[in-house]
């Protein structure tokens, strides 16, 4: 138990309490992590409704392109490759925490992040090439739901970046701290969940899309 002394700066004065010894407060990531498994569970719901969607209105061209005329494979097949190829990287930042190695964590980091933005980058051309072309979100029905998820897909990769960025600030200040391997844990499950998810998207919407 703490121990609590009376001590009184000037005789007859009034007296002033204090404790010698604190409580050392254990905090634990167990309500940390089931909160954001319960958040990765609602973004798994608000992506079931735009798979299905998609599902629903893929095919209703309104006389306009389909996939078959506005998909290049090779082009999308770059870009998954660009996000799987940061998943990996993420993953070899992770083992590089345990051992408690801060600037080899940073240094992947660091090239997940220049991957998540060379997807961003390509998914950005992809989309102006397609506006340009007058494939526009308002030409039918495929087009908006098609725009819908690949966009809010895009807006999580973007929202990823940011909070890596972030991570690496307070890791390069912090350290390896268990409050910043907590952190980065979390972010882990994310950007593996939007890389789940993006398979999803290339096998429904890309390959789907342009099989005969």
Not at 33 to 52: E, H, T
């Amino acid at each position: 138990m703490d121990q609590a002394h009376a001590h009184s700066p000037v005789p007859g004065g009034p007296v002033n309490f204090y404790v010698t010894e604190e409580h050392e407060h254990v905090h634990s990531g167990a309500g940390t992590m089931l909160g954001f498994w319960i958040y990765l569970m609602s973004d798994c719901l608000i992506f079931a409704v735009l798979f299905a969607t998609y599902g629903v209105l893929g095919r209703n061209y309104a006389a306009g392109p389909g996939p078959a005329d506005l998909f290049d494979l090779s082009l999308v097949a770059l870009n998954t490759s660009m996000l799987l190829f940061s998943s990996i990287t993420y993953g070899f930042a992770m083992l590089l925490m345990e051992r408690n190695r801060k600037a080899a964590t940073l240094f992947w980091l660091g090239v997940t992040g220049l991957f998540g933005l060379a997807f961003l980058g390509i998914e950005l051309y992809e989309f102006s090439h397609l506006i340009h072309a007058g494939a526009t979100p308002q030409r039918s029905a495929f087009l908006s739901s098609f725009f819908a998820l690949v966009g809010t897909h895009g807006l999580h990769v973007t929202f990823g970046i940011i909070w890596l960025v972030v991570l690496m600030v307070q890791v390069a200040q912090r350290g390896l701290v268990p409050e910043n391997k907590r952190r980065l844990m979390c972010l882990s499950l994310f950007w593996h969940f939007l890389d789940v998810i993006w398979i999803g998207v290339f096998s429904f919407v890309y390959l789907i899309g342009v099989l005969p």
